[in-house]
């Protein structure tokens, strides 16, 4: 029988289709319901965890995308407050450095005061020490020009000077060495 077989007149146009493609209605609705049964089960099983698996997903992904944001602002704000507490400890710092300049400027006029009032001490002790020095080596001369003088007015004279008059002469030695 050919496939594209006319029809006949009388016949009706389904039933033509249906004979030509040998069409049988107990065999269509078998498979009809195998087909619904099928559908059903892989609705059941296949496509709704397939679809609730995507959307876990879908929630996962934008969960993910949400933390990155979170993270990204996280960061950007970690850096602007890491910025502000280097930007802190550099201003921190110099003043430190500053303080510590200012310090060390006070503490070095301080020192060179003391060291001044030192050395101003101890030339004032060794004028002190040099003013008694010659006091005692001019005690000391005028001694011993008495003692000389007494030596050549006793040459000079040729007699020896009693205690007396050794003493009255070194006197008068001495009184008119301290007025000259």
Same mark, same amino acid.
């Given at each position: 029988?050919?496939?594209?077989?006319?029809?006949?007149?009388?016949?009706?146009?389904?039933?033509?289709?249906?004979?030509?493609?040998?069409?049988?209605?107990?065999?269509?609705?078998?498979?009809?319901?195998?087909?619904?049964?099928?559908?059903?089960?892989?609705?059941?099983?296949?496509?709704?965890?397939?679809?609730?698996?995507?959307?876990?997903?879908?929630?996962?992904?934008?969960?993910?995308?949400?933390?990155?944001?979170?993270?990204?602002?996280?960061?950007?704000?970690?850096?602007?407050?890491?910025?502000?507490?280097? /930007?802190?400890?550099?201003?921190?710092? /110099?003043?430190?450095?500053?303080?510590?300049?200012?310090?060390?400027?006070?503490?070095?006029?301080?020192?060179?005061?003391?060291?001044?009032?030192?050395?101003?001490?101890?030339?004032?002790?060794?004028?002190?020490?040099?003013?008694?020095?010659?006091?005692?080596?001019?005690?000391?001369?005028?001694?011993?020009?008495?003692?000389?003088?007494?030596?050549?007015?006793?040459?000079?004279?040729? /007699?020896?000077?009693?205690?007396?008059?050794?003493?009255?002469?070194?006197?008068?030695?001495?009184?008119?060495?301290?007025?000259?």
């Amino acid at each position: 029988m050919p496939i594209f077989a006319a029809a006949t007149e009388s016949e009706n146009p389904a039933a033509a289709i249906a004979r030509q493609f040998s069409w049988e209605p107990r065999l269509f609705i078998s498979q009809l319901v195998l087909f619904i049964i099928v559908a059903l089960v892989l609705t059941k099983f296949a496509y709704k965890p397939l679809l609730a698996m995507l959307d876990m997903r879908k929630k996962q992904i934008s969960e993910s995308l949400e933390n990155a944001e979170k993270t990204r602002q996280a960061l950007a704000s970690a850096q602007t407050k890491a910025q502000e507490i280097l /930007n802190q400890a550099n201003t921190q710092g /110099n003043k430190l450095i500053e303080e510590a300049r200012q310090s060390a400027a006070k503490v070095l006029e301080v020192e060179s005061q003391k060291a001044i009032a030192t050395a101003n001490d101890i030339v004032t002790k060794a004028r002190q020490a040099s003013e008694a020095e010659l006091v005692r080596m001019k005690a000391e001369l005028r001694k011993e020009v008495g003692r000389l003088v007494v030596a050549t007015a006793a040459k000079v004279t040729g /007699n020896i000077l009693t205690a007396e008059q050794q003493s009255r002469l070194a006197e008068d030695t001495a009184k008119q060495l301290t007025n000259n």
